[in-house]
């Protein structure tokens, strides 16, 4: 596995497999790895023959009070990690590489509307702060195919309504949320939880999983449904962000004649760890 630092060095050496006529994956992350990682960096070597990742912590989408600095790096650990999984080349720039002006002073992506609701209304400029990163990031790599978890579904949507918006020549792949065997969606965040909230954690999946059921049997009063899951988790020791029902495509909430094509999100806190999670119903 090559390693480069550089938006020049990253170029070069895609350039020269596109000229061979090689197709290219690419994933990016933060770093800090888990499986999840890994299963996307395999799903891109299913998908191209030569791949990329990108580990960058990026500071335009952390706010004034959130993790930023404290935020693992572990570039070395990671390194190893994608070696083992057969990754071709990992990009690990600086963040005066990627913004080599002050934040404020760099031109921004911004994607209307799809950024105000769930993550978004907690988080004000965090969409803003993903869209611009992935937007330059697509431009250095400028591969064929990208490829995200749905873990963060509206991240996903985000992106791919950035990606049509801005006619990027870029396919953009979900993946399932991998998972540990009781249900718990994997993240960096999880390594703040202790062992007591690492018990009580998936009980987020198992509440989103109530209540898809639910639907599913014939409960249509959505605002019903999501006020006793929040109850739920309140009552187990989280503080909910927020748990909603809305359209898997645009973010939408549901009208009464939409049946299909919903996901049921949540986001909520146990101790210092936000997380976060999604299913279809």
Known sequence: MQTVHTIAELRAQVVAWKRAGERVAFVPTMGNLHRGHIHLVERARE???????????????????????AYPRTLEADSRQ????????????????????????MTQVTVPELPAVLCGANRPGHFT??????????NMVQSDVAVFGEKD????????????????????????TVREPDGLALSSRNGYLSDE??????????TLQATAERWRAGNRDWARLEA?????????????????????????????????????????????ARLIDNLPI
């Not at 998908?47 to 600095?69: C, H």
């Not at 579904?153 to 399932?176: F, H, K, N, S, T």
């Not at 909230?197 to 198992?206: G, K, S, V």
Request: proline share 8%; net charge negative; with cysteine.
């Open 47 to 69: 998908l191209a023959p030569r791949t990329v990742a990108s580990i960058f912590v990026n500071p335009m989408q952390f706010g004034p009070s959130e993790d930023f600095a």
């Open 82 to 105: 994608l070696e083992a999984a057969g990754l071709d080349l990992l990009f690990a720039p600086s963040v005066a590489e990627m913004y080599p002006r002050p934040l404020e002073n």
């Open 129 to 138: 702060g993903v869209t611009t990163v992935v937007s330059k990031l697509f």
């Open 153 to 176: 579904w509206q991240q996903l949507v985000i992106i791919r309504r950035m990606a049509a918006d801005l006619d990027l020549p870029v396919e953009i792949i979900g993946v399932a």
């Open 197 to 206: 909230q690492r018990a009580i954690a998936p009980t987020l999946h198992a």
């Open 228 to 272: 006793d899951a929040k109850a739920n988790l309140t009552a187990c020791g989280f503080r909910p962000d927020y748990v909603e029902i809305r359209r898997a495509d645009d973010l939408q909430r549901p009208a009464p004649e939409d049946v299909a094509g919903l996901r049921i999100f949540a986001a909520a806190w146990l101790g210092r």
